[in-house]
Each structure stands twice: as structure tokens, then as C-alpha cells.
């Protein structure tokens, strides 16, 4: 099983800021997923990550708000950019190699937007 | 596309049996996963379905008609623990894989 971590755990930021999240994995993968889930609902998939290329974006979901870097197989960061009171939700990066039947989570990242 | 219907709340008392029910529409069928969530946690994978039948892990099983699109969780001798929420997910049919939630059930269970 892989074990996924998520820095900063939480965070509080101001309006018209921005904030970068880790997400780190023990194993290599070859993708991996960053979702969003916002209290009390379901997990919405932001986008894929894939090493050596761009990201893959969920409709709805645009690079500029999340841009998102893949620098190698074990390593992700998700920034949340100009960020207004809706962004607050919990931040969720998880691994995939597309057939397993298996994902794992990141602990999360609970983000406060004032 | 891909869409999943479950039940929102479910409440039971220790020591009940329950099942959680899952329908779902999909383009492409890869397997019927159930994850679990307590508050404040990460989801945590419980099982996984891709042929019609009864999957037994412990106090809980899963099934799978596919023929019918539906599923369902059964947890058994229900414990103060289980209460948390439970999502149902399929996998993108797509080259991504990803995983489609449900918008989750969420089961207390009562002393």
C-alpha cells in the first residue's frame, strides 16, 4: 500500500492569496489526482497530474486557478491561486495508475479563506 | 458520463446489520469501489467489485449486479466506529482511471 502525505495540513489565508500544497508519495506512480472536498460533500476531481507533461483538468477547473507541477513519480504540488472564500474546502491528492482497483488518499489539506 | 446515487444518512444501532445502496450509469464499467471516510480523515479504500456477486471482508461485504448497475455495502455488527460516511466510486472508463464518488452516505450508529 502507498503512503501518501499532504503539506500544510491546514492553513487560514487571506482573500486575492495564494497557496502551494505537497503531496508526496512513498512509491513511484504514474498519476496522480488531486480532488476537492468541501464539507459534508462528495470528492470532485480537480485534475491528473502526469509526470513529464501538463496536467489534466476537470471541466470546471482551469490551470490558472490550479496550476499544478509533477517534477517526478513521487511528487505533486496543487496551488490554489488568488484565492477568494469559496476555495475553502479540503484539498485531497491521491495516487492512480489508472487500473488498479485500489487508490490511496492524502490526510488532506483544510484550507480557510478569509 | 458517470453518475452515482446512494442514499445521504443511514442510522442503526450497534450490533445491526445495514446496507448501504448504490446505482450507478456509466459510459464504461470498470468495478464498483466502496471507501470510507470518518470526519476529519482521508477516505480509506474498503472494496472492490468488477464481477457480479458477494465480496466478504470481515464485517463487511460487497456486492455487485451488473446487469442491474447497482451495488451495495453491508456492514455487519454494526460498532460506535463504523459511524462515518461511505462513498461508492467507479473509475473513469477513460485513459486517466480516475475515480468517480458517489456523494456519499453518511451512517451513525446509535448506543
Known amino acids: 500500500s502507498a503512503v501518501i502525505s499532504q503539506k500544510p495540513s491546514r492553513d487560514i489565508c487571506q482573500r486575492g492569496t495564494s497557496l502551494t500544497i505537497q503531496c508526496q508519495v512513498d512509491s513511484q506512480v504514474t498519476m496522480m489526482f488531486w480532488y476537492r472536498q468541501q464539507p459534508g460533500q462528495s470528492l470532485t476531481l480537480i485534475a491528473t497530474a502526469n509526470q513529464g507533461s501538463e496536467a489534466t483538468y476537470e471541466s470546471g477547473f482551469v490551470i490558472d486557478k490550479f496550476p499544478i507541477s509533477r517534477p517526478n513519480l513521487t511528487f505533486s504540488t496543487l496551488t490554489v491561486s488568488n484565492m477568494s472564500p469559496e476555495d475553502s474546502s479540503i484539498y485531497l491528492c491521491?495516487?492512480?495508475?489508472?487500473?488498479?482497483?485500489?487508490?490511496?488518499f492524502g490526510p488532506g489539506t483544510r484550507l480557510l479563506v478569509l | 458520463g458517470q453518475s452515482l446515487e446512494q442514499p445521504s444518512e443511514v442510522t442503526a444501532v450497534e450490533g445491526a446489520i445495514v446496507q448501504i445502496n448504490c446505482t450507478y450509469q456509466?459510459?464504461?464499467?470498470?468495478?464498483l469501489s466502496w471507501y470510507q471516510q470518518h470526519d476529519g480523515g482521508a477516505p480509506t479504500f474498503l472494496s472492490y467489485n468488477a464481477l457480479d456477486g458477494l465480496e466478504e471482508t470481515g464485517r463487511f461485504s460487497s456486492f455487485l449486479s451488473r446487469s442491474d448497475s447497482y451495488g451495495y455495502l453491508l456492514l455487519q455488527e454494526l460498532q460506535m466506529k463504523d459511524s462515518a460516511s461511505y462513498f461508492c466510486a467507479v473509475r473513469d472508463g477513460g485513459s486517466q482511471g480516475n475515480l468517480i464518488f458517489g456523494k456519499g452516505t453518511k451512517l451513525s450508529v446509535k448506543p
Open positions: 491521491s495516487d492512480g495508475t489508472g487500473v488498479r482497483e485500489t487508490q490511496y
Open positions: 456509466t459510459s464504461g464499467f470498470y468495478g
